[in-house]
């Protein structure tokens, strides 16, 4: 059986430091195990950056093989979109930029915009961010939404409402987990240079971005919708949601 797996710098050593043309195999038969999707709408980015292979399982060759194989695939359902394994051969290194749809490449360099960011620039963009541009960004997710044959249900009008909504791939938001990726790059970047001022907990006792860092984070979105979906938002939306993108980063 052949799918995908995505590496992030989470990864274990023995697969991070693995190359296509490689093989790679469990350094003890016990979980966590190797996970391959099936397609390409099924991998799922949780960390940016991170490095995409197709990969071969490994038929099993020995009976300790074939018992963790198959304590692996215990209560795995037949329709879970993925096999568990404990050896694979890594066949070809692909661009991860894939996984974010046909304009990935531009959504690449929203990612490497949030994961670089500074307080200076955040101040700044969150100064050239348009007060239409929360309606704007919204009414690109309702779009989309309404293209979508099984009915996905809209969670909410605000930026962290919309990026709450969870899904594998391009055929669970119009750039993927580009959206729930580049929220986790800002917030990140956010604790490591703007410290403690940067966050703060809500009521629900969850943290979340104070100012500069939160409206950043929003224009940042609108640039991510508005470059790597430019079909939900036509050219004058479009301009509105890469203003403030444009003032800080150019065209």
């Known amino acids: 059986m052949s799918g995908f797996i995505f590496v992030d710098q989470e990864a274990p050593d023995y697969l991070k430091e693995a190359a296509a043309g490689s093989r790679v195999t469990l350094p003890s038969f016990e979980p966590p195990w190797l996970v391959v999707d099936h397609s390409l709408d099924r991998v799922v980015v949780a960390r940016w950056p991170g490095r995409l292979f197709r990969a071969e399982i490994v038929p099993p060759a020995t009976d300790a093989e074939r018992a963790a194989m198959a304590r692996a695939?215990?209560?795995?359902?037949?329709?879970?979109?993925?096999?568990r394994a404990v050896s694979i051969d890594l066949v070809e290194e692909i661009s991860p930029t894939v996984l974010f749809g046909p304009h990935g490449d531009a959504v690449r360099a929203v990612l490497?915009?949030?994961?670089?960011?500074?307080?200076?620039?955040?101040?700044?963009?969150?100064?050239?961010?348009?007060?239409?541009?929360?309606?704007?960004?919204?009414?690109?997710?309702?779009?989309?939404?309404?293209?979508?044959?099984?009915?996905?249900?809209?969670?909410?009008?605000?930026?962290?409402?919309?990026?709450?909504?969870?899904?594998?791939?391009?055929?669970?938001?119009?750039?993927?987990?580009?959206?729930?990726?580049?929220?986790?790059?800002?917030?990140?970047?956010?604790?490591?240079?703007?410290?403690?001022?940067?966050?703060?907990?809500?009521?629900?006792?969850?943290?979340?971005?104070?100012?500069?860092?939160?409206?950043?984070?929003?224009?940042?979105?609108?640039?991510?919708?508005?470059?790597?979906?430019?079909?939900?938002?036509?050219?004058?939306t479009g301009t509105l949601l890469t203003k403030a993108w444009n003032a800080v980063h150019g065209r």
């Not at 695939?73 to 096999?83: C, I, K, Q, V």
């Not at 009915?151 to 580009?178: C, L, R, T």
């Not at 986790?184 to 001022?197: F, I, K």
């Not at 809500?202 to 224009?219: C, K």
């Open 73 to 83: 695939a215990e209560r795995l359902s037949s329709d879970a979109g993925y096999t």
């Open 112 to 236: 490497e915009a949030g994961c670089a960011l500074d307080e200076e620039s955040a101040r700044r963009l969150a100064s050239a961010r348009q007060p239409a541009a929360d309606h704007a960004y919204s009414a690109a997710w309702e779009r989309w939404l309404g293209e979508q044959p099984n009915g996905a249900v809209y969670q909410g009008q605000s930026h962290a409402s919309i990026v709450a909504i969870s899904g594998a791939g391009p055929s669970e938001s119009p750039i993927g987990h580009g959206f729930s990726v580049l929220s986790r790059a800002v917030y990140e970047s956010a604790r490591l240079r703007g410290g403690e001022s940067a966050h703060a907990r809500d009521e629900d006792g969850d943290w979340v971005l104070l100012d500069p860092w939160r409206t950043a984070s929003a224009a940042l979105l609108d640039a991510a919708m508005a470059l790597g979906a430019p079909h939900l938002v036509g050219e004058r």
